[in-house]
């Protein structure tokens, strides 16, 4: 198990031939985790976590959430298809796994994919764009995420067809789906895709279902607007959210739970700011690079904001152990650079 999600996240990582090496390096060079090795000694053991089910041979798993709509997911990345009598709407063709994409919508039906729905313009969500596109397939993404391929020039991520400012409806057999962009978070152009009548929405990179969030809040350039788009989201009626990543969509609550995270987070760095002293940092260090000494102040209250959010959220979200350090480190610098604490 430890073995295959290693190798799938190498796979989100490195791509699939990098990974395979990464996998084999580990298991020969008798790396791989038994009481005897030292390291274990040091392991600060996990907190709260799910197992990823066993996806087999078949590499994809798919869950219909409500009539015509349906989860498609490689246990690691995640997205939404829908199945309409006038045609299939897919969003995110997450780059590697088209095939399995294709494979998993034939499956279902025999109609033609009409739209495609980019979230957001990153590489590993959408890389495998360039096998749906043609044949009168429209993409749609919001008009950031459409600047940005085009200074990418990536043949493998076509440029969108119909690029929408705050708001798209997008209509087809029956069934509304409507685009929303809340503003810059996780880099300009995430959008968020609700089906209503569903109450089904997805939400990718931002709030992962009993999961902090991804290393340095997975890049995002504006944290506090991040933050609000979120709380905006969860004004909308829906029950499912699907959020790009893992093996499960998720509720409602629990991406309120998340978002509870993000702001025990801001707050922990605050009173870590206050508890650690610079002076005090100083008379115990050995540097004589200032830079280096910095360095070990913002380690320190970084360290001090960890240590304030491990009793309440370590058991409760995954990756905390991974993450939660970075996530201080992101805050810390906010409250330093943008707004004062
Ligand atoms: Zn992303």
């Not at 897919?90 to 025999?110: Q, V």
Request: with cysteine; aromatic share 12%.
């Amino acid at each position: 198990m430890e073995k295959k999600i290693i190798f799938l996240l190498g796979i989100r990582f490195f791509g699939i031939s990098r990974a395979l090496i990464i996998i084999m390096t580990w298991v020969f060079s008798g790396c791989a985790t038994s009481p005897e090795n030292s390291h274990v000694d040091n392991f600060e053991p996990d907190g709260y976590y799910e197992p990823l089910p066993s996806i087999g041979k078949k590499g994809y798993l798919i869950k219909q959430l409500a009539s015509e709509v349906y989860f498609f997911s490689t246990g690691v990345y995640n997205n939404l298809f829908i199945v309409t009598s006038e045609g299939v709407v897919i969003t995110d063709p997450i780059k590697g796994k088209g095939k399995l994409l294709k494979k998993a919508i034939r499956e279902i039906t025999s109609q033609p994919v009409r739209f495609m729905i980019y979230s957001h313009s990153h590489i590993d969500h959408i890389g495998d764009a360039h096998l749906f596109a043609g044949d009168g397939v429209q993409i749609v993404a919001q008009v950031e995420t459409g600047k940005a391929l085009k200074r990418y020039r990536d043949k493998n991520r076509p440029l969108p067809h119909i690029n929408f400012g705050t708001n798209y409806s997008l209509s087809i057999g029956g069934i509304t789906i409507e685009l929303m962009y809340m503003g810059e978070g996780h880099g300009k152009g995430n959008s968020i895709v609700y089906i209503p009548s569903r109450k089904i929405m997805m939400y990718v990179d931002t709030v992962t279902p009993k999961s902090v969030p991804f290393k340095n809040f997975a890049y995002t350039v504006d944290i506090f607007s991040q933050m609000k788009g979120i709380e905006k989201v969860l004004k909308l009626d829906f029950n499912t959210y699907i959020a790009g990543h893992l093996h499960r969509p998720g509720s409602k609550e629990e991406m309120k739970e998340v978002l509870e995270y993000y702001y025990a987070s801001k707050k922990a760095s605050i009173e870590a700011i206050k508890k650690v002293s610079f002076l005090d940092v100083r008379s115990k260090s050995k540097t004589k690079d200032v830079e280096r000494l910095f360095g070990e102040y913002l380690d320190a209250v970084a360290e001090e904001c960890y240590r304030i959010l491990k009793p309440n959220w370590k058991q409760r979200l995954m990756g905390f152990e991974a993450f939660t350090k970075g996530h201080c480190d992101i805050w810390i610098a906010y409250h330093r650079t943008q707004k004062a604490p």
